[in-house]
């Protein structure tokens, strides 16, 4: 447990020790879950990202989500259940010819965890493969929503084998009495993962030039929303729609609520050229509903935290792929009735994170 090294830090640390404390003192530990981001495999040799400011670990990415997976194994309340947060191997793979036997590397640590894995689509996953694809491979997780409680019942244009399909991949689930979690597609709306001929994407193009004059989309140099690059997305009216109904429905069965997808939401929680496109939409839907507690996401390899005006906690992960050797970036959540308590391995921190009022 890594010590402290601000004020600030200080306080967050002396609360996390008092309510481990508590914990040990009779507090029921509901269930606990993994949380992993951005391990960007690829059989590469280290090297720097395209602007040159950023090393990437790619072969040690592979390792380390081995012994996250060990280590999740080994705990004494093994967790119910691990969110992948997106880009699991590298776009590097597409010139390396190397896609379909990276996942496969992937894959197969990932079968040793005895927690299942809820994967999420990031933009490293549409670099790879089409949306099609990921339907049909093992990246989808969507077998693991609830089946059976009355929200399901309220269905959206969810995953299908249609490669012209302009639905999205997002679901929800609950793994506990009154705990809902709530996967979004933060590229819904992409000029990645989508075809060319299809709405969304000719919609989302429209969107993304009039934000982004520069010739290159990747670029944000001089935009005043710096989040309007090619490498980010963004939420169809319909999909937040959907979301809307399932957080009604957890409000209205007192459920709280974990959302999480690739892209964080909220500027005080990641370097603003990491955000959705829309993320004030989503935010804003988000707050106005109590049952929301918490949102997490990946794709800022430097992570972030804040505490927003409403009461959510939104946490973004650090990234594998920058986590040299001898260090480590995953974290277990452990869920209880007033609270959620993160204890960060390596970059990730540890903290107390209590529930909004409902």
Same mark, same amino acid.
């Given at each position: *447990?890594?010590?402290?090294?601000?004020?600030?830090?200080?306080?967050?640390?002396?609360?996390?020790?008092?309510?481990?404390?508590?914990?040990?003192?009779?507090?029921?530990?509901?269930?606990?879950?993994?949380?992993?981001?951005?391990?960007?495999?690829?059989?590469?040799?280290?090297?720097?990202?395209?602007?040159?400011?950023?090393?990437?670990?790619?072969?040690?990415?592979?390792?380390?989500?081995?012994?996250?997976?060990?280590?999740?194994?080994?705990?004494?309340?093994?967790?119910?259940?691990?969110?992948?947060?997106?880009?699991?191997?590298? %776009?590097?793979?597409?010139?390396?010819?190397?896609?379909?036997?990276?996942?496969?590397?992937?894959?197969?640590?990932?079968?040793?965890?005895?927690?299942?894995?809820?994967?999420?689509? %990031?933009?490293?996953?549409?670099?790879?493969?089409?949306? $099609? @694809?990921?339907?049909?491979?093992?990246?989808?997780?969507?077998?693991?929503?609830?089946?059976? #409680?009355?929200?399901?019942?309220?269905?959206?244009?969810?995953?299908?084998?249609?490669? #012209?399909?302009?639905? @999205?991949?997002?679901?929800?689930?609950?793994?506990?009495?009154?705990?809902?979690?709530? *996967?979004?597609?933060?590229?819904?709306?992409?000029?990645?993962?989508?075809?060319?001929?299809?709405?969304?994407?000719?919609?989302?193009?429209?969107?993304?030039?009039?934000?982004?004059? $520069? !010739?290159?989309?990747?670029?944000?140099?001089?935009?005043?929303?710096?989040?309007?690059?090619?490498?980010?997305?963004?939420?169809?009216?319909?999909?937040?729609?959907?979301? $809307?109904?399932?957080?009604?429905?957890?409000?209205?069965?007192?459920?709280?609520?974990?959302?999480?997808?690739?892209?964080?939401?909220?500027?005080?929680?990641?370097?603003?050229?990491?955000?959705?496109?829309?993320?004030?939409?989503?935010?804003?839907?988000?707050?106005?509903?109590?049952?929301?507690?918490?949102?997490?996401? %990946?794709?800022?390899?430097?992570?972030? @935290?804040?505490?927003?005006?409403? %009461?959510?906690?939104?946490?973004?992960?650090?990234?594998?792929?920058?986590?040299?050797?001898?260090?480590?970036?995953?974290? !277990?959540?452990?869920? @209880?009735?007033?609270?959620?308590?993160?204890?960060?391995?390596?970059?990730?921190?540890?903290?107390?994170?209590?529930?909004?009022?409902?």
């Amino acid at each position: *447990m890594k010590s402290p090294d601000s004020s600030g830090e200080q306080e967050i640390y002396s609360e996390f020790l008092e309510q481990e404390k508590v914990s040990n003192d009779g507090m029921e530990l509901y269930f606990t879950f993994g949380i992993i981001a951005d391990v960007q495999y690829a059989d590469k040799a280290d090297s720097y990202n395209f602007t040159r400011t950023r090393k990437r670990y790619y072969r040690q990415s592979l390792h380390l989500l081995q012994s996250a997976i060990e280590e999740w194994n080994k705990e004494a309340k093994v967790p119910s259940f691990v969110l992948q947060l997106g880009d699991v191997i590298d %776009g590097i793979n597409v010139q390396l010819q190397a896609s379909d036997v990276s996942l496969q590397r992937v894959l197969n640590e990932v079968g040793k965890s005895k927690a299942a894995f809820h994967h999420v689509w %990031g933009n490293h996953e549409f670099y790879n493969f089409s949306r $099609n @694809y990921l339907t049909s491979s093992q990246l989808n997780s969507k077998h693991l929503e609830d089946q059976q #409680d009355s929200v399901s019942k309220t269905r959206h244009k969810c995953v299908s084998d249609d490669s #012209d399909s302009e639905e @999205y991949y997002a679901y929800h689930f609950c793994p506990f009495e009154s705990f809902r979690f709530l *996967m979004v597609d933060c590229y819904d709306l992409s000029i990645i993962g989508r075809k060319p001929s299809s709405k969304k994407y000719q919609d989302s193009m429209k969107i993304l030039k009039e934000k982004n004059p $520069n !010739t290159d989309l990747n670029s944000p140099e001089g935009l005043l929303e710096n989040q309007f690059v090619q490498f980010n997305g963004g939420f169809s009216k319909e999909q937040l729609e959907w979301v $809307n109904g399932v957080l009604t429905f957890s409000d209205e069965n007192h459920e709280k609520v974990v959302i999480f997808g690739h892209l964080p939401i909220h500027p005080d929680s990641t370097d603003t050229v990491c955000l959705a496109w829309n993320y004030a939409e989503m935010l804003s839907l988000l707050q106005s509903h109590t049952c929301a507690v918490c949102y997490i996401a %990946g794709h800022d390899h430097d992570g972030g @935290y804040c505490l927003d005006s409403h %009461g959510i906690h939104h946490i973004t992960l650090q990234g594998i792929i920058e986590t040299p050797s001898g260090r480590h970036a995953f974290g !277990t959540v452990q869920v @209880y009735e007033g609270s959620m308590i993160l204890k960060g391995r390596g970059s990730v921190s540890n903290r107390v994170m209590h529930y909004r009022k409902q």
